[in-house]
């Protein structure tokens, strides 16, 4: 089946730091989501981007959709104590339906 | 509205019990699923459903069967616990193909440990 790979697996930074993970997949997709998961809660999404090339910012959370579909970024910017969780991307091909697939998670630690 | 509610938060079985996790939305999305996340491999799709009465199979779905008798509830039933399925699940839900209002809402999560 198609996979994510995510990177890094995990961050422990500084407050103030700006940061960046990514997700590579060997299939194409044609919408990617990143999603960010507290402790004992649900993924709760943060940015969609459904067209190849496009960039979307969300306050100081910035996203790519790789122009070869098969990649995106996320920036985090001027990171703050409340950052810390768990970030997924996860892709959505159109013929799965809605069927997502999700990356491994880059877990973000930030020391005030 | 709610959004994306299940129950229960926790849950201990013993090998071989039986137990359904419940799953509801007031959204009216069309599309709901239960994903299973262990750690350090992301969530993985168990079941889907694309409307009530239709039910598919995700990428992990031995050991567990669903229904979808109405829209708003999409209910998922361990028949033999097992150890191996101790995990995170998480139910979610979507519109179908609107472009820009199909991306997933996931439920809190149901934490079960089987012993």
């Known amino acids: 089946g198609q996979q994510l790979n995510q990177s890094p697996q995990s961050m422990f930074i500084q407050e103030g730091e700006d940061v960046s993970m990514n997700c590579t997949s060997s299939?194409?997709?044609?919408?990617w989501l990143w999603y960010k998961q507290d402790p004992g809660e649900g993924p709760v999404l943060l940015i969609a981007?459904?067209?190849?090339?496009e960039l979307t910012s969300n306050g100081r959370l910035t996203a790519q959709f790789g122009t070869t579909r098969k990649d995106s970024f996320l920036n985090i910017s001027a990171s703050i104590p409340s950052d810390v969780g768990i970030y997924f991307c996860?892709?959505?091909?159109?013929?799965?339906?809605?069927?997502?697939?999700f990356g491994g998670g880059t877990r973000l630690m930030v020391k005030p | 509205n709610a959004g994306v509610t299940q129950t229960p938060k926790f849950q201990v079985l013993k090998t071989g019990q039986s137990m359904t996790l419940q799953c509801a939305q007031d959204?009216?999305?069309?599309?709901m699923s239960w994903y299973r996340q262990d750690p350090g491999m992301g969530l993985r799709l168990i079941h889907y459903?694309?409307?009530?009465?239709?039910?598919d199979q995700g990428e992990v779905p031995n050991g567990y069967n669903v229904s979808r008798s109405t829209t708003e509830d999409f209910p998922l039933r361990l028949l033999s616990a097992a150890p191996s399925q101790t995990s995170v699940y998480f139910c979610?839900?979507?519109?179908?193909?609107?472009?820009?209002?199909?991306?997933?809402?996931f439920g809190p999560g149901t934490r079960l440990t089987v012993l």
């Open positions: 996860a892709g959505l091909s159109n013929n799965a339906g809605n069927m997502l697939t």
């Open positions: 959204m009216n999305h069309e599309y």
């Open positions: 981007l459904y067209k190849a090339g």
């Open positions: 459903s694309v409307g009530a009465g239709i039910t």
């Open positions: 299939s194409i997709f044609n919408t």
């Open positions: 979610a839900s979507s519109y179908i193909g609107l472009a820009g209002s199909d991306t997933q809402y």
